[in-house]
């Protein structure tokens, strides 16, 4: 049966103030979906870049792409999930709701001992750390990286399980207390953003380069982290914080040392036959060994979505930010 709930919606792209709570049909379940009722929505920066229009959408269009809740009604053709099961997802679209029909396939069960809002708070990114580091550039333990953004959701998770690996990540952040607490999620150390001989630093704690570079800011951190690889190191450049790269020249690759570079995303994995599942597996046991915890140092209500992304964009946030219905 067709009921209404809240959920947040632009019109068309454009900053915060486009986000609107409003009314929306949901659906009976279809033959294969599920109906999730969402404890918690796990908000991230692409969710900035649907609103602004850098990642295009067709409008009307709902945000969203993380959430965590409890299986509130299931298709005929629905065969492992059943009512009441806790469940949670990445990468969907529409997730800054109430409730949320997805396909069985979409879904992942939340274990015991796991709370819906840490997995809201965490799927998303521990994903995007598991394939950075496990596929991207596969790290086996003494490396030295560079990873930027060290204390944001995804950037404190990269800080622990690089310690897990035995990884020497070295994180950058804009201010001293953003390095601290990278420091104490495991970074070996965290160097200020804005400092005008940063590059000088980097060739400091690692004289023949960076074998790899996680970039997630763009635009703005390019020449630093092409100046800061190793010869054959790698450029990995997974976000755009500061706006989107314009363009790699490939005579640069080439003077930097026969470099590569690549832009993956965390779509193309969860595309990948069996890995979403396989990858929330090693999420949820490295967080039931203590490995991995997540700080959910923000917390908004569903109407204040406005607020949370203004505070996303402003650098103001540390670790994850939930909006809860
Ligand atoms: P964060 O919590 O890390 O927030 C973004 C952080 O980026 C800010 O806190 C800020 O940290 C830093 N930043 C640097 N420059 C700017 C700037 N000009 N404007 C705003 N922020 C800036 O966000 P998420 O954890 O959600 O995502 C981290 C990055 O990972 C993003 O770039 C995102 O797009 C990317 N990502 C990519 C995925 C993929 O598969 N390719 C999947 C998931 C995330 P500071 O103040 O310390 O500089």
Redesign the pocket.
Known sequence: MTRMINAIQIEAPGGPDAMELVQVALAAPADDQVTVRLAACGI???DT?HRSGLYPLSMPARLGCEGAGIVEAVGPEVSALKVGDRVAFAMASGAYAEAINLPESALVRVPDGVELDAAAAIL??AM?VDYLFNDTFPLSGGEQVLF??A?????LIACQWAKHLGVDLIGT???AA?CELARQHGAIDCLL?GDEDLAEQLRDIAPQGFPVVYD??GK?SYRLSLGALAPLGTFVS?????GAIDAVVPGELALGGSLYFTR???ATHMMRPGWMQQSAARIFELMNKGVLSVEINQRFALSEATAAHEA??A?K?TGSSLLLP
């Open positions: 991230n920066l692409i870049y998303l990114k995007t930027y953004a204390a944001g959701g995804v950037g952040a804009s201010t953003k953003s997630s800011v703005d997974f976000g755009n914080a500061s993956p995303t965390l996303l964009e650098r946030t």
